[in-house]
């Protein structure tokens, strides 16, 4: 989707983000609906029973300011809630309800997913209200769903049912969404490995106010063919992090060394689904691209080339099996497999706040190790080709991810140091 989202008709943004929600195991084929309401007041949501796995433009419904219906279909059954949030709250313009296993989770246990366990999510998704149980598609649901917008919130759990959110438009309702059911994974899966841990407002607010000093601008930019051609790889591997569940829209930088120290780098603010090769951001010198604002852990990624000569490409994220032990601080043993162990070798684990600026963290920076998860941020895998650093973040997370399942079975056995010794022999001799 272009970033310039209004720029889509309505029919085709509403397509390719249920699509988005259905392929991300997010919704089922039945369940969940979007809409978005535009500047003549008329409604275009998703049809009711129609498969969201195979949905197509044609199929959204317009439902006019004057309750006329358009469409081939019938809109669906949980309208009224949305044209009730529409109502209550002017300013928001696209609503997204679904039913996510993890947010569901929340819903049925009646408690709401505390977003301070992880920095940035306070700020995308907002405090979160609770809407009590009415029957699906009934003006009492609307009422209550409306009553929670009124107060402020543009994310509300529904109680036994799953979770409904609102944006100033698509791409923003859905980051709030992504964010907040990846939230609730991390708490799940940090619960099942040992005790969630979450930040302080003071802590947020900190992380937000360190982040200063934009680098000075570039009076020229040239494009050779061969950074072109990185500039398309960051943005393959972007998307296919995003489409893996490695990396949600709002959260993730990506850089490849180009010349030297000097490197491109993905920028802040701007969705990371929808990324093209012009909003990649060229460093050169300490100077940044003219008109471009590169990620805010740019001169974590400056350091690390700086003193890294041998890593030329790095991967800063956000995935739920990493994170669940990088919110809990529990021990990441990947002597799981040996692809793990040759691959990764250590996890290193470094506290909040050592990953500011002014902090300018060793473990972080010098001798960067493969993989390193700071304490309720990020994880950061370097490598040498993009490709293999990204490999290298898929090892990592289906290690955590074995681990965190293998939990319910019994205590992990890890390969042992003879076993080990005969790897490092073998591979890495």
């Known amino acids: ?29 039945s369940g969940g609906n979007i809409s978005i309401i535009d500047e003549q007041g008329d409604i275009w949501v998703t049809p009711s029973a129609i498969d969201k796995g195979s949905l197509r433009a044609s199929d959204i419904i317009c439902v006019k300011k004057d309750g006329t219906v358009i469409g081939k279909h019938k809109p669906s059954s949980e309208f009224p809630f949305h044209k009730a949030i529409y109502e209550a709250r002017p300013d928001i313009k696209s609503v997204i309800h679904a039913h996510p296993p993890a947010l569901v989770s929340f819903s049925i246990v ?42 402020g919130y543009k994310a509300v759990i529904m109680e036994n049912h799953g979770t409904v959110l609102g944006g100033s438009d698509l791409t923003d309702a859905y980051e709030r969404f992504e964010a907040l059911e990846f939230c609730a994974r991390t708490i799940i899966y940090g619960a099942q490995i040992g005790n969630p841990k979450y930040l302080t407002d003071d802590q947020i607010n900190e992380f937000e106010s360190q982040a200063i000093g934009i680098l000075p601008e570039m009076e020229t930019t040239n494009y050779s063919s061969d950074e072109v051609e990185k500039r398309l790889e960051i943005c393959k591997i972007v998307q296919r992090s995003c489409q893996q569940g490695l990396m949600v829209g709002s959260y993730g930088t990506v850089s490849m060394r180009w010349k ?71 021990y990441l043993n990947v002597r799981t497999i040996p692809e793990s162990w040759i691959f990764l070798q250590d996890i290193n684990f470094v506290e909040y706040g050592n990953h500011f600026r002014k902090n300018n963290n060793s473990e972080i920076v010098d001798n960067c190790p493969t993989a390193l998860i700071i304490e309720n941020d990020s994880v950061i895998v370097t490598g040498d080709k993009l490709l293999q650093t990204f490999d290298y973040l898929e090892v990592a997370e289906f290690s955590a991810k074995s681990i965190v399942l293998g939990s ?16 490092r022999e073998k591979f890495l001799t």
């Open 1 to 29: 989707m272009s970033k310039n989202i209004k720029l889509i008709h309505p029919r085709d943004q509403i397509t390719e983000i249920i699509s988005r929600v259905y392929k991300r195991g997010m919704t089922t084929t």
């Open 110 to 151: 009646r408690q709401i997913p505390n977003t301070n366990i992880i920095s940035q999510a306070k700020h995308i998704c907002g405090p979160i209200g609770y809407a009590k149980y009415r029957l699906p598609g009934s003006e009492d649901l609307g009422d209550v769903i409306a009553d929670e917008f009124k107060k």
């Open 260 to 330: 030297g120290n000097d490197f491109l780098i993905t920028p802040t603010n701007v969705n990371r689904w929808d990324l093209d090769l012009d909003d990649i951001v060229q460093i050169k010198d300490g100077h940044r691209e003219a008109g471009k604002i590169p990620s805010r852990a740019t001169w974590i990624h400056q350091e690390i080339y700086n003193r890294n000569p041998k890593v030329n490409s790095i991967i800063m994220t956000q995935s739920p099996y990493l994170m669940a032990f990088g919110v809990t601080g529990e």
């Open 408 to 423: 319910s079975l019994g205590e992990m056995v890890p390969i042992n140091d003879d076993q080990v010794e005969d790897l």
